[in-house]
């Protein structure tokens, strides 16, 4: 069966730090990645996506930029946090194999907490 | 993706039916209806999707309007650990294969925040 994982769980980093977020799924082949945000009461924000190793598309301008190194690895990553990058990050991935109703369905991982002091 | 519209919160008691109702009257042929919840602190999680007939699965039920363009998620008998919000959304059933087309993306919007009463 297919497992995501996330780490850390949760993190405290100081404002100007750089950041490192990794995600790995197992279980799977060539999946599509997804990184998310979510802000505090707030609903998911798509920041970047994943289709191929290398392959990166990003959502929205921001401080943050994604990496695809290998197939089932995904890292969200800063040269410098702001405090506005405080959030709750989430990875996503689903089936690239074509599509069926049965295999459009995204999964989640745990999420990483981060807060930006 | 066509846009959907839910109600903010609703609140049941447990043990009770709960029925979300999501309005998408932009809603196209090839649109399915896919239903995921977030519990406090984790990731979403999928519940359920449907095209044009009512489906159900040991979570929930799915009813869709004859015209396609409002449906509702039914949980039969609520409990505390149904508390969570709600998501609906629409997702284009034509294929892109081979392109880092945004077709793969999932647009979450704000969901409805179920609260349980116990």
């Known amino acids: 069966s297919q497992t995501i994982h996330q780490w850390p769980a949760t993190l405290v980093q100081p404002v100007g730090s750089p950041l490192s977020l990794e995600c790995t799924v197992e279980g799977t082949s060539n999946p599509n990645l997804y990184w998310y945000r979510q802000a505090a009461g707030r609903g998911l924000q798509l920041l970047f996506y994943?289709?191929?190793?290398?392959?990166i598309s990003s959502e929205v301008p921001q401080n943050l930029s994604a990496s695809r190194p290998q197939d089932r690895q995904f890292i969200l990553s800063s040269k410098k946090l702001l405090l506005s990058d405080s959030g709750f990050y989430l990875c996503?991935?689903?089936?690239?194999?074509?599509?069926?109703?049965?295999?459009?369905?995204?999964?989640f991982g745990p999420g990483t907490r981060l807060t930006v002091l | 993706d066509a846009k959907t519209t839910q109600p903010n919160s609703m609140e049941s008691n447990e043990e009770e039916p709960v029925h979300l109702p999501c309005n998408h009257s932009?809603?196209?042929?090839?649109?399915?209806i896919h239903w995921y919840r977030q519990l406090p602190s984790q990731g979403p999680e999928y519940v359920i999707h449907?095209?044009?007939s009512n489906v159900n699965n040991r979570m929930a039920s799915l009813a869709i309007a004859e015209d396609r363009k409002s449906s509702t998620l039914i949980l039969h008998r609520a409990t505390l650990r149904d508390a969570a919000v709600y998501y609906c959304i629409l997702r284009d059933a034509r294929l892109v294969v081979g392109t880092t087309d945004s077709w793969g993306k999932f647009q979450f919007g704000a969901g409805t925040q179920v609260v349980v009463t116990p």
């Open positions: 932009t809603i196209s042929g090839t649109d399915y």
């Open positions: 996503a991935w689903r089936s690239p194999s074509g599509f069926t109703s049965n295999t459009d369905t995204q999964y």
């Open positions: 994943s289709v191929g190793i290398g392959q």
């Open positions: 449907g095209l044009t």
